[in-house]
């Protein structure tokens, strides 16, 4: 008569090889997630402009619209400056705390033209970076 079932010792030698091979795909999902983190962070900071922009250029409510971000959200207003903006008028998105951007903490397109002062900005999560570029014409570049 034969017993049916797994040893202790085979349970154990499949769960050591389990976890060496979950072990070494760890930092490789955890490197895709980061990347994907990152992008979609970019994604949403060239949309935010974009959409700035645009607001500007359509002369939304005859106001310059424009984008200011901080350490917690991005945040899409309208007004000649973020200090006197109309408040009712905010359109608050959250960041990610991974990635850091660096560069002015607001730009404002002006109306019709979608004319802004020219802007550059680094955005970093300690593996990837990038650059985002705003010419005085209102162009948004990235690399």
């Known amino acids: 008569m034969f ?14 090889i389990l976890a060496i091979i979950f072990g070494m795909g760890f ?20 949309s935010l402009l974009e959409i700035a922009r645009n607001l500007s250029m359509t002369n939304l409510n005859q ?14 207003f309208e007004g000649n400056s973020f200090a006197t ?18 560069g002015p903490s607001e ?11 020219s802007s550059a900005y680094i955005l970093n999560n300690g593996k990837i970076s990038s650059n985002v570029y705003v010419n005085k014409e209102g162009q948004i570049n990235w690399q």
Do not use: M
């Open 3 to 16: 017993n049916k079932g797994f040893t202790v010792i085979e349970i154990i030698l499949i769960v050591g």
């Open 85 to 102: 903006r109309n408040q009712s008028q905010d359109q608050i998105f959250p960041r990610s705390k991974s990635v850091s951007i660096s």
């Open 107 to 117: 730009i404002i397109f002006n109306i019709i033209s979608g004319q802004a002062t």
């Open 63 to 76: 106001s310059p619209h424009g984008v200011f971000q901080n350490n917690d959200n991005f945040i899409v």
């Open 27 to 46: 930092p490789i999902a955890f490197d895709f997630y980061k990347n994907y983190q990152f992008q979609a962070e970019q994604d949403q900071f060239i």
